[in-house]
T-cell receptor
């Protein structure tokens, strides 16, 4: 079974600074997707960024980018120029390319932005 | 269509009572998922529908839990004889894609269940 581990329960960063959230996963599959989801307090989970495992190039979405290391099974999220609105729980998630149709989530990292 | 909607947003029930939650997915989405999230944890998969067919159920889903998706549109999740351990946020998500592919899932705001 696949597992996702986020080893940082909490992180904080000064506004406008850069922060990196860590995620590792375990799988025997070669084709899969990885996601970072953001869950603001009392609001629904939204997709931040997505990475296909077959792509070597790291995904980027504006201030958000990932460092995908397939051999190391590592998938970290970098947030540049942090903004107050970035404060939320961040979840790393895995899904098979084919087969099990379910997202497997990590435990989450609570990100605080200090003004 | 403003996204995935769930009803109710909050439910407080006494232990032993039955509860039912509803999820309305994004209209063109053929896939629907239910997840459970306890405080400070990531969501855990419960079950998955492709159109009206329930294709996968987690071992977390005891016999007291049942989910339906009649006509492949909205879905309901029923919990019978609720226990305090059922207290959690129940999340619904939907996505669109052919069988064998995986695409972005859109989440609702969840139903928070408190069993007293």
């Amino acid at each position: 079974a696949q597992t996702v581990t986020q080893s940082q329960p909490e992180m904080s960063v000064q506004e406008a600074e850069t922060v990196t959230l860590s995620c590792t996963y375990d799988t025997s599959e070669s084709d899969y997707y990885l996601f970072w989801y953001k869950q603001p307090p009392s609001r629904q989970m939204i997709l931040v960024i997505r990475q296909e495992a077959y792509k070597q190039q790291n995904a980027t979405e504006n201030r958000f980018s990932v460092n995908f290391q397939k051999a190391a099974k590592s998938f970290s999220l970098k947030i540049s120029d942090s903004q107050l609105g970035d404060a939320a729980m961040y979840f790393c998630a895995y899904i098979s390319f084919q087969g099990a149709q379910k997202l497997v989530f990590g435990q989450g990292t609570r990100l605080t932005i200090n003004p | 269509d403003t996204g995935v909607s769930q009803d109710p947003r909050h439910k407080i029930t006494k232990r032993g009572q039955n509860v039912t939650f509803r999820c309305d997915p994004i209209s063109e989405h053929n896939r629907l998922y239910w997840y459970r999230q306890t405080l400070g944890q990531g969501p855990e998969f419960l079950t998955y529908f492709q159109n009206e067919a329930q294709l996968e159920k987690s071992r977390l889903l005891s016999d007291r839990f049942s989910a339906e998706r009649p006509k492949g549109s909205f879905s309901t999740l029923e919990i019978q004889r609720t226990e305090q351990g059922d207290s959690a946020m129940y999340l619904c998500a939907s996505s669109f894609g052919p069988a064998g592919s995986n695409t972005e899932a859109f989440f609702g705001q969840g139903t928070r269940l408190t069993v007293v």
